[in-house]
Structure formats: structure tokens, C-alpha cells
């Protein structure tokens, strides 16, 4: 099977909640692989997980994003966050756990694992401080 076949099956069978989970899957494996690969790797892992946050931030921020209001803004502030995190990620500043917690706490939203009543907490996970 080609991966233009396989990328077509996905795209009819995943709904987006799915197809978003496994982006997270994909980027956070890649954040937990990086450091034994070393600092190149790190930056390209953190760069490909930032850039799934500011996607998701342009989703976020557009009028036809059907989510509530307020968790539109703590998924934003949360990507936000992610954005100044990974520069510090980066250069090697910053670890990259908090980076990877805050995807797999994002997973868990995304699989519904989470109790209804702390949907708000579940996707407003606790941030650490900014480096530095």
C-alpha cells in the first residue's frame, strides 16, 4: 500500500479528534527520542512540535473553530506558552519534559480519558515558569 493510499484511508476513517491525538502522539514520541539522538535532533523535534501549536493556534484563533470560548483561550494561552518554552527548548536551556507533559496532557483530553466536570483542568494543564 502507498503512503498516498494509506494517508486517503486515515483521512476516511479518523475524525478529528483522532487525527489530532495521533498528531500528538507523533510529535511528543519524536520530543521523548530527541536528547539521546542529540542537539540536532532536539532542535528539529521542538521546532516540528512548535509548529503544531502555532497550527493549532491559527485553528484556535479562527471564528469557524466551534469550541467554547474559554477553552479556545486556554489552548491558546497553553500554545503561547508552548511558543517561548521551545526557544528556550532550543538552545538547550530548557528540559524537554514539560514540553512532552503538556502534549500527553492534551492526549488525554483528546481521548476522553479525562472526568467531564475537569474538562477545563485537563486542557489547561499547569505550566511550569518560563526559563531563565
Known sequence: MSVAAYQKVNQNTENPRQTEYRAFAIFTRALEEAEEKGPVAVVKAVAENNQLWLTLQMDLASE????????????????????????????????????????????????????QQNTDTAASPTLPSDPV
Not at 65 to 88: C, F, G, H, M, T
Not at 93 to 108: G, H, R, Y
Open 64 to 115: 469557524a473553530n466551534q469550541l467554547p470560548k474559554e477553552l479556545r483561550a486556554q489552548l491558546l494561552s497553553i500554545s503561547l506558552w508552548v511558543n517561548r518554552y521551545s526557544s528556550a527548548a532550543m538552545k538547550g536551556e530548557a528540559s524537554l519534559d514539560p514540553l512532552i507533559t503538556v502534549n500527553k496532557q492534551i492526549m488525554e483530553g483528546l481521548r476522553g480519558n479525562v472526568k
